[in-house]
């Protein structure tokens, strides 16, 4: 799974074009390893500086030795930025492109194969778990290969004294650098993968309560609601604390190594210093080296960690990316029709089911409407007429029947152009936290200001958007929270009529319209009508003179 991470994130892409990051990271782990080699060096030299001290009388014998610790001083602070900046700014762009395929791989799975999750539960899984990912840049690619260079660096270096040193510094860096990081590993998984999950339904639960806090209120169920979000909190912080645990003894137990590790370099060079073969003037010098190199490694505890934590949320944005499609477009897609005063309209036999083991929504439905005609489809609430326009836009494939659109087949048509056929005023209309302009624009982000106005005046709106004080730069609010039921519903309308479409689907047009605005919707209606194939969806019967036809569904 994180091979496939670091080959979708790092190498160019193929298809895409995007840029490889393979060199930024390399370049990010060359200056990881001088930043800590340089405070190898610095404090080397340090001890060494102190060590000479005590055995030469004139200062200028120091000096090459004083401009070596200003030099690692310097060099320190100076990589330490660059190093910084860059592994940030990789892991960034790297991220940008993940969001990007990510979101790629999610809108053929809109609507058909998102609906069974909470939206909650993708909210943290495009935020909270592209944000977890990060770390596995930072703190899980970079550090053991930046630590690897810096421990072989210390290693020459102690063996150019004496092996024996150099392979103490290795077996510390064995035991630190691996052994207690995969000991980490093991410990971290369950308690990372609890909190990944803990932290999913944690957020899922707060969207659920917020959005419905109002009907919780009105119902006396927000403790309950309240009792199980704090239920979740608990579990999730206490996972949390299990993490902490394991990373505060792994980073204690690092830190005991080190030390350690100090004291067996003293111990074997003190033998060679008495036996000659060793200037005691190194004696500090190699331990503190070898202390140091070691600080190099002890970030891997939390490189195991950080991978456990990888690994669950990679996995749930796999899970999701790798869901197949609902509907896909044909490997030789045919022309769309041309559309001029409507398109005729097909259904034969139409069979459809949300699932194969879900009763059949619609069952051999069968009409047809003439290019620029009119026919009502009525029926009872959950008969399947909003069913059609899931199976009309694309949004489901059909198990059964044949629908042509100005003798096109549906099936042969891309999705693009299949809804480029048919506009659709839905019953519940879904409207951005912006402006009434923005949220109209939608349908044709091109129209021109007055192609704007004339929809609106059509769906009966243009009145009282210019009675608001910012007219159509007015903010609707989350979901369109501060329209009424009736002006959400003329937004539909509107939206569909700047579309622009051959085909018009109007879901329950006049719902929560006052008589009178209701008369004036279809009045103005029926001249734009005239020029367009038309479904009005009802479950009601309409008026004749306003239809051709009518097609009763259930």
Not at 112 to 134: F, H, K, N, P, V
Not at 460 to 473: A, E, K, R, T, V
Not at 493 to 506: G, N, Q, S, T, Y
């Amino acid at each position: 799974m994180m091979r496939r991470l670091l080959a979708l994130t790092l190498w160019p892409g193929r298809k895409s074009g995007a840029p490889g990051y393979v060199g930024w990271l390399l370049l990010g782990i060359l200056l990881s390893a001088a930043t800590s080699l340089t405070n190898v060096g610095l404090l080397a030299v340090s001890a060494y500086l102190i060590s000479k001290a005590a055995l030469v009388r004139e200062s200028s014998d120091l000096s090459l030795l004083i401009t070596g610790v200003r030099f690692f001083a310097l060099a320190r602070a100076g990589l330490r930025y660059a190093e910084r900046y860059v592994t940030h700014l990789a892991t960034f762009r790297i991220l940008t492109r993940l969001r990007v395929w990510f979101y790629r791989a999610l809108e053929p799975l809109a609507p058909a194969r998102l609906q069974g999750y909470r939206s909650g539960d993708l909210l943290t899984r495009i935020a909270a778990d592209m944000e977890t990912l990060e770390n596995f840049y930072l703190r899980v690619v970079i550090p053991p290969l930046a630590a690897a260079l810096v421990i072989l660096a210390a290693s020459l270096f102690l063996g150019f004294f004496d092996r024996r040193l150099a392979w103490a510094l290795l077996l510390f860096a064995l035991i630190t650098g691996v052994l207690l990081p995969w000991v980490n590993l093991r410990l971290s998984r369950g308690p990372a993968a609890e909190t990944i999950r803990l932290r999913a339904a944690l957020n899922a639960a707060l969207v659920d309560e917020l959005e419905g806090g109002a009907d919780l209120l009105i119902f006396g169920q927000a403790g309950r609601y309240q009792a199980r979000t704090g239920a979740l909190s608990a579990r999730l912080h206490a996972a949390q604390a299990q993490l902490a645990g394991v990373r505060g003894l792994s980073n204690a137990l690092s830190a005991l190594l080190a030390g350690l590790a100090g004291v067996t370099l003293l111990l074997l060079a003190v033998p060679l210093v008495t036996g000659g073969d060793l200037n005691g003037v190194y004696l500090a010098m190699l331990p503190l080296t070898a202390m140091t190199a070691l600080e190099a490694v002890q970030p891997m505890n939390q490189a195991a960690q950080m991978l456990a934590s990888s690994r669950a949320a990679a996995g749930r944005l796999f899970e999701l990316a790798d869901a197949p499609p609902p509907v896909t477009d044909p490997p030789a897609p045919a022309v769309a029709p041309a559309a001029q005063g409507g398109l005729a309209l097909d259904v034969d036999h139409l069979r459809f089911r949300y699932s194969p083991d879900a009763p059949l929504v619609l069952d051999g439905l069968t009409f047809h409407v003439p290019a620029g005609g009119r026919v009502a489809l009525l029926g009872p609430n959950g008969s399947g007429k909003s069913s059609l326009i899931n199976v009309l836009l694309r949004f489901w494939a059909y198990e059964g029947g044949v629908i042509t659109l100005g003798g096109a087949d549906l099936r042969t048509l891309t999705q693009d152009d299949a809804r480029r056929l048919v506009g659709v005023a839905p019953q519940q209309v879904y409207l951005f936290n912006g402006s009434l302009r923005e949220n109209l624009y939608l349908a044709d982000p091109d129209a021109s200001e007055e192609a704007l106005i004339d929809a609106c005046r059509l769906a009966q709106l243009h009145d009282w958007i210019g009675s608001l004080p910012q007219g159509y730069d007015t903010l609707v609010g989350e979901n369109g929270l501060l329209l009424s039921g009736g002006q959400r519903q003329r937004l539909a309308i509107a939206r569909a009529v700047l579309k622009d479409a051959p085909i018009l689907i109007l879901d329950e047009p006049a719902a929560h319209l006052d008589p009178l605005t209701e008369q004036a919707l279809w009045q103005a209606l029926d001249s734009f009508m005239a020029e367009r194939t038309t479904i009005i969806i009802s479950h009601k019967p309409l008026e004749a003179a306003r239809v051709d036809g009518v097609v009763r569904v259930g």
